[in-house]
């Protein structure tokens, strides 16, 4: 089974609830928009679950979405740890917030492995980054492609206007964050490969590949998984990542 991510809910002292599977917390919100001047500071914050047969979890990153790689729809080159798909012997327990009850997860009655001390913290993940939008940013974008969307995800990030409400004349940008346990499963939603049979991501060299991946048919990324039975390129879809279901907008 894949890790899971979960934004943060309601809190209860200093845990939280957790949210829905597959969500992320920007800025204390698990969707919407972000809103913000030139400058603003960001956090993104989330719980995690790696099945107990599987752990621990080897590899969480954040993508901040706003790269400057002009070559490239989604650039690479502002993931925090940088270069993390490179790292192997990371060693990251389960995160575990506040149960629907209001009860602590971690240490929890009947617990298993996955909730002992040795296994789950009671901290939730939390990473923090600058967003700038200078107008010479905001002109870069213009000459870009406008904010487009698909599958739930902004394709190009950073961008400008387009389906992002309010990002006309602002610098729009979309976090999202992935995990990936000790067997090589990870976050996201991928039916385009043989190689598990499932629509869960897996295998860093294939499904699993953050600079790679996504990939929607033929249109982004260089997924190296082998087409699926019975799913079209048109219908194909490998993202190891939770994008924040929303937007950061900056307006300079």
């Known amino acids: 089974t894949a890790p899971i991510i979960r934004s943060l809910g309601l809190f209860l002292g200093d845990q939280a609830r957790e949210g829905a599977d597959n969500t992320i917390s920007v800025a204390g919100q698990s ?19 790696a099945n107990a047969n599987q752990m621990p979890i080897r590899r969480v990153v954040v993508d901040w979405g706003d790269g400057d790689n002009s070559n490239l729809d989604w650039p690479t080159d502002s993931q925090t740890p940088p270069n993390a798909s490179a790292v192997n012997d990371n060693f990251y327990k389960n ?23 040795e296994a789950c913290s009671s901290s939730y993940m939390k ?7 200078t107008p010479q940013i905001l002109n870069e974008l213009s000459a870009k492609p406008a904010c487009n969307e698909e599958n739930g995800r902004l394709t190009n ?20 964050a992935h995990l990936m346990d000790n067997w090589g499963w990870c976050t996201g939603f991928c039916n385009g490969s043989d190689e598990d049979g499932t629509d869960g991501c897996y295998f860093d060299g294939g499904e699993c590949h953050i600079d790679n991946c996504p990939d929607d048919g033929a249109t982004n990324g260089d997924c190296s998984a082998s087409g699926a039975d019975g799913v079209s390129d048109e219908e194909r ?11 950061v907008i900056l307006t300079p």
Request: charged share 15%.
């Open 157 to 176: 990030s950073p961008c400008t206007g387009g389906v992002a409400p309010g990002g006309s004349g602002a610098c729009v940008y979309q976090p999202r």
């Open 95 to 117: 995160h575990r917030g506040l149960d629907p009850s209001g009860n602590p997860i971690c240490g929890g009655i009947n617990m298993d492995f996955a909730k002992t001390e």
């Open 31 to 49: 969707g919407g928009v972000v809103n913000g001047g030139a400058f603003k500071r960001v956090d993104v914050s989330f719980y995690t679950e």
């Open 127 to 133: 990473f923090t980054h600058d967003y700038i939008c």
């Open 237 to 247: 879809v490998i993202n190891p990542w939770v994008n924040f279901d929303g937007f």
